[in-house]
Nanobody, 119 residues
Framework: VHLVESGGGLVQAGGSLRLSCVAS????????MGWYRQAPGKQREMVAT????????NYADSVKGRFTISGDNAKNTIFLQMDKLEPEDTAIYYC?????????????WGQGTQVTVSS
């Protein structure tokens, strides 16, 4: 599975951005997709995840009420709508997919897209 993100950029605090991630390859093996981020000097953290059937969605507490994850299975694409952005949201955002059977899932990562929020 190959993941390609797009949509990052520079925005002022309070603004919005929409990230997209397109999956290709053995997309039938994807169980869960999501967004993670890594700020300078910090560990990578989960932002939001969604199961391929859309039934289960999970958000980090820091983004609840501001970010929305969604998916378009027909296009093998997930989105992250980010509203009310804060300088603390500045990070590289990575698309993630867990693939394979539940007993031995493996993680796949995109190359990342930079999001910078100015104060």
């Amino acid at each position: 599975v190959h993941l390609v993100e797009s949509g990052g950029g520079l925005v002022q605090a309070g603004g919005s951005l929409r990230l997209s991630c397109v999956a290709s390859g053995s997309t039938f093996s994807i169980q869960v997709m999501g967004w993670y981020r890594q700020a300078p000097g910090k560990q990578r953290e989960m932002v939001a995840t969604i199961t391929t059937d859309g039934e289960y969605i999970n958000y980090a507490d820091s983004v609840k009420g501001r970010f929305t994850i969604s998916g378009d299975n027909a296009k093998n694409t997930i989105f992250l709508q980010m509203d009310k952005l804060e300088p603390e949201d500045t990070a590289i955002y990575y698309c993630n997919a867990f693939v394979g059977p539940s007993s031995s899932m493996m993680a796949r990562w995109g190359q990342g897209t930079q999001v910078t929020v100015s104060s």
